[in-house]
């Protein structure tokens, strides 16, 4: 039904006044998603997915122009702890990844295939089951712990992205399983205590690449906070007309992502989009906006995006490893002072992670990508 009424609604826009706002309402009362809209047999973007035209044509340039002979580093962790310089490499080929490209795949990471094949499944099951089931989730109050929804930023963005999510408040704190879908409920939590391992492991690599002790990034908190969402893309009738997901950084430290092997991730490097192809068992490592504020531009976060396709559904998943944003009194970030110098200074003011994502969430993605501009000196 609310397929129907939103193609009308579509339909008497191109006569009269378009209600926007309507439309966007009508989408999020049906609590049942993007997904909602292919399952009712959707043929037609509805306006609010659509791009305006001139975003169209220049985000049709360069996604044709997507190079074939770039490729993001892919780090093998499987020598990490082997007796020689295998650390030391490790550690040189991550400080290359952060400072060029702000992106890198790990290989060989110890956490079995079969945990992360299960986690994707969780994922696409909660998004797949009964909607009856799923809309006891439906929520637009960020102060829960677990929810889901079509869009975080629904009402603020400039176009709706061709997604649904369920969110999880990993950390800080401990998380009551009964607050997770049963469906996803087991897998989740055998999960998220492999990813935090994981992610531990990676500052203690980012520390050591930025000349600190190993556990610096780690002691400054910068893992204290873990929020995983599990995105779910539906096949797209007209794909060229919108994004899965549109072009941003993450305001994270760190963010450290499972996808599957549908494809369309992009990562925005020397002027041009380039794609991410999937690899079995990998995960994919991006630097994250709070990550550049500390390092002072010496790790950079990188734009990137998520192409709609009529392949689908895609399912990847995403933690976060991030300041808690419901703190009441969140701690406060500037450039390590470890890393500045006379001829290097301090090129950004002390920050928090709720000040960069009221800015993120109240503004559009598009007109400022990461927000950081309002954050220098």
Request: aromatic share 8%; proline share 4%.
């Amino acid at each position: 039904m609310v397929a129907t009424d939103l193609e009308e609604t579509q339909t008497d826009h191109e006569h009269v006044g378009y209600d926007r706002y309507k439309e966007l309402k009508l989408l999020d009362d049906t609590k049942a998603g993007v997904k909602g809209l292919v399952d009712a047999g959707l043929s037609k973007l509805p306006k609010i997915f659509v791009r305006d035209s001139h975003e169209l044509n220049i985000s049709s340039s360069s996604s044709s122009s997507c190079a074939a002979n770039f490729s993001i580093p892919v780090i093998d962790l499987g020598s990490l702890h082997k007796e020689g310089n295998s650390r030391h490499e490790i550690i040189q080929k991550v400080k290359e990844a952060c400072e060029k490209w702000g992106f890198f795949q790990v290989v060989n990471h110890d956490i079995p295939e079969s945990v992360l094949d299960e986690m994707l499944d969780g994922v696409r099951r909660f998004h797949e089951q009964d909607v009856e089931v799923k809309r006891e989730f439906y929520s637009r109050d960020t102060t829960k712990r677990v929810f889901y929804n079509t869009n975080l930023n629904l009402y603020t963005a400039k176009e709706v992205n061709w997604k649904d999510t369920l969110y999880c408040v990993l950390a800080p704190g401990s998380l009551d399983p009964h607050q997770l879908p049963s469906i996803c409920r087991d897998i989740t939590i055998e999960y998220s205590d492999h990813v935090k391992k994981l992610s531990l492991t990676l500052l203690e690599l980012l520390s050591e690449a930025l000349g600190l002790e190993s556990t610096y990034l780690k002691d400054i908190d910068c893992a204290k906070g873990v929020f995983m969402v599990g995105h779910y893309y539906p096949p797209c009738p007209e794909p060229e007309l919108t994004w899965g997901l549109s072009g941003h950084t993450d305001s994270t430290f760190l963010t450290v992502l499972l996808q599957d092997q549908v494809g369309g991730l992009q990562v925005f490097h020397e002027n041009q989009w380039l794609d991410i192809t999937p690899i079995p068992g990998a995960f994919i490592i991006n630097i994250g906006d709070m990550m550049q504020v500390i390092t002072n531009d010496k790790f950079i976060s990188a734009k990137h995006r998520v192409l709609a396709q009529k392949l689908g559904p895609r399912v990847s998943v995403a933690c976060f490893l991030r300041q808690h944003i419901e703190d009441e009194s969140p701690r406060t970030y500037g450039p390590i002072k470890e890393l500045l110098t006379d001829e290097n200074p301090a090129i950004y003011r002390e920050i928090n992670v709720t000040d960069l994502a009221k800015l993120i969430y109240t503004t559009k993605l598009d007109d400022d990508v990461s927000g950081l501009k309002h954050f220098r000196l």
